[in-house]
């Protein structure tokens, strides 16, 4: 008997999971995909020429908030939950949702999702969204240059704008014009991009593995908010936050990251305060007692200093960290910390899905660096350009001096990740590489 189902998600896991186990799947009727957390991607359709031979017309996509309606007027047996960076109790009250409107609620895992490699592939993962996976990746990288390797980075799909297109491959910024990315996107592909590496994303990522395979040794995943891989790792890395204290027990799926970790890098240990990564690794090991754990610092710099040096700011920070993830202070805060800044508080000068943004989230004195259409980028411009300060600091990694029209004087943070004290990550990621190569 064929079961119909609802995939739940945020454009990304969801049609993964689609993709893996669903698309020719005859046992299942997949009746819709609904949408959280990510704005604009409801009222969409998840193209036929991805959807498969069964489904001739593709699959429509709505809103989550619709969830209930759905189950009921197409008689659903079985919701699957595919997103991540969700507190376990909000993951509760969806299943009590679906199971009220009589639908089972289940959950796909590793086995029934994850693609095997011919390459080596080292999987780097988050306990929360903003931990830092992207700098971590980077530092990866560059050991593994170190051994004459071609390492590539296959990216979390983040599929915003065209569906249809099933591999996006990143060599240069004129890449980003080519797909029409999303300051999101840019945010995420941006300093791999200037670190001169290849970037694959996109929606089909049996394809995508396909043909980063063909132009490097090896893989590096690089995780999506706090998701696991789409990809069988031969070694994990997971980035821990100590700046959210116990979120790894708290979120999904945090929690599968940290059993399933190889070690456990505690990123941004140079503003954490002792007791916080004290805390941090105590959690972790609790969950993982077998997992190595490293420190490592995040360093800001500032591109134009003399724009900002003990002048009235405003910050824009990494929009999804702030939001859904939670994060109260970002790299453009401690840069302007350490430039003697004032900082403005611009919520009161915020408009349109900037202003709805306030007042979903929890957000501090700045402005999330939210453009996930030109719609949103044109209240992003016009919220900055509200704002009566002298200078603006960008604390995100995407260059919106390239993006919109800023009033004042701009200037832009980069974060790089250095070794703390303790055991060196980069010397263990130098002999994980060697072994890695030997096979």
Known sequence: MVRKAIIIGAAGRDFHNFNMYFRDNQNYEVIAFTAAQIPFIQDRTYPAKLA????????????????????SQNSVDEVFFSYSDV??????HIASKAMAAGASFSLLGPKDTQLKSNKPVISVLATRTGAGKSTISRMVVDEIRKTGLKPAVVRHPMPYGDLSIAVQHFKTYDDFLKYQITTEEEEEYSDHIQNNVDVFAGVDYKEILEKAEKICDIIIWDGGNNDFSFFKADYTIVVADPLRQNHETLYHPSEVNVRIADSI????????SSDMIKNTERSCLSLNPKAKIFKVNSEVTVDLPELITKKRVLVIEDGPSITHGNLKTGAGVFAAKRHSCTLVDPQDKAVGSIRDAFEKYQIGPFLPALGYSPEQLQDLQESINNVDCDAVLLGTPADLRKKIKINKPA??????GKDAEGPKFTEHIATIVQNLKKK
């Not at 507190?87 to 509760?92: G, N, V």
């Not at 200037?411 to 790089?416: C, I, L, S, T, W």
């Open 52 to 71: 498969g031979n069964l489904y001739p017309q593709g699959i429509p996509i709505f809103s989550e908030e619709k969830l209930q309606d759905l189950i």
């Open 265 to 272: 890098v505690i990123n941004k240990a140079n503003v954490a």
């Open 87 to 92: 507190l376990y109790e909000d993951i509760m």
């Open 411 to 416: 200037a832009k943070v980069r974060f790089e």
